[in-house]
């Protein structure tokens, strides 16, 4: 981001460290394990009346809106909460656990046997259904600001309807976390993107965060983990959750083409190097690194060795497939001399570039 850019978005902090091997700087970030029930976040943005009142000025983002109204479902008597949940045998089910492919020698984890790597695998699965919830409340705070600051009163209607949307996620990630062994503090990099979004003060970079990157990659990593995962309830409560994610996604490339459709090329490479700066951030989230400290390895003597394992790197990949075909469609892929696109190139996530983009998956119109 420009050295202008003062208003404390994902900027400069990262990219001075984004080095991809600089694994020590990464890993030196701890979890806010020890901060209390509250954590504060002053904002400062620009609260927006519209005396426009015109229902359907933007058709497609009215469209969006009366398909959300009629998809509310309710957490409570939607979903079989009486399921019995039994972690062990889901670990072994998706045979989670030691990766024959890495050389762990050398490692206390080479003399893990089966206990152990039994309970990693069920604190592998509370680590991450807990980002999950803590995500999930990001995207209840961030639309909410949303419906606050932007301009025009169809996405003011729609972004209503996410922020109930999102009580619904939140409320059921919780339930379904009390049915598990345990749970984990938001994940630092994981909480400093959502602090980062929610304080920013430009509107556009709110749905740039959150509705395209944030929910971009949580609607990849639930389609993954949903097709995983053999527990019935574990994979409703995901596909409802998921039809929410599309829509959301979906407004935000909506909303988004029209805005940066008549931006500066400077304004244009800042949310390039926005969207870039938070890819990473979210990639380097995923290094479970809370759960080797419970486990009491030292995560520096495993995770540089995990991080390059073949199925690591293909599910890091994966988790691209909605954020890419989105940053396309917004522009931002080629815009100016195509900074994101060489960016993207060095992550190894082109390849899904020319996938369907949420917008014409939901509303089924380009
Ligand atoms: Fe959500
Ligand atoms: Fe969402």
Redesign the pocket.
């Known amino acids: 981001m420009t050295a202008a850019d003062t208003s404390g978005g994902v900027a400069g902090r990262i990219l001075g460290e984004r080095s991809l091997e600089d694994m020590e700087a990464l890993l030196a970030r701890s979890n806010r394990g020890d901060e209390g029930p509250l954590h504060t976040v002053p904002t400062s943005a620009t609260a927006r009346f519209t005396w426009d009142y015109t229902k359907g000025a933007r058709p497609r983002l009215a469209k969006l809106y009366e398909k959300a109204k009629g998809a509310m479902w309710n957490g409570e008597t939607d979903l079989p909460w009486d399921t019995p949940i039994d972690q062990e045998k889901l670990v072994l089910l998706s045979q989670t656990g030691a990766d024959p492919v890495i050389d762990f020698s050398g490692t206390p984890v080479a003399r893990w046997g089966e206990r152990e790597w039994l309970a990693f695998g069920i604190e592998g699965q509370n680590w991450m259904l807990s980002q999950f919830l803590h995500g999930e409340q990001g ?1 209840l705070l961030c639309t909410a600001k949303i419906v606050e600051t932007v301009p025009w009163a169809d996405a003011k209607y729609f972004a209503a309807t ?1 922020v109930m ?2 009580a619904r ?1 939140v409320e059921v990630f919780d339930r379904y976390l009390s049915k598990l062994s345990g749970r984990y503090p938001v994940n630092a990099h994981l909480g400093m993107l959502l602090d980062d979004i929610l304080t920013d003060s430009r509107w556009d970079l709110t749905y740039l965060g959150m509705q395209i990157m944030v ?1 971009g990659l ?1 609607l990849a990593a639930f389609g993954f983990m949903a097709q995983l995962t053999p527990e019935p309830l574990l994979q409703q409560l995901l596909h409802l959750v998921m039809a ?2 599309a829509r ?1 996604v979906a407004f935000g490339v909506l909303s988004l083409q029209e805005v940066y459709r008549d931006m500066s090329g400077a304004e244009i490479r800042e949310r390039q190097e926005f969207a870039f700066e938070a890819a990473v951030r979210m990639r380097d989230r995923l290094l479970q690194q809370e759960v080797w400290e419970r486990m009491g390895v030292d995560p520096k003597l495993v995770v540089p060795l995990l991080y390059r394992s073949p199925e690591q790197v293909q599910f890091q990949r994966v988790l691209f497939s909605k954020i890419v075909p989105n940053c396309k469609k917004l522009g931002l892929l080629d815009a100016g001399d195509g900074w994101l696109r060489a960016r993207f190139g060095e992550l190894g996530v082109l390849e899904f570039e020319d996938w369907e983009d949420t917008g014409v998956e939901v509303l089924g119109i380009a």
């Open positions: 995207a996410q949307d999102e996620h929910e949580a929410d994610e959301h």
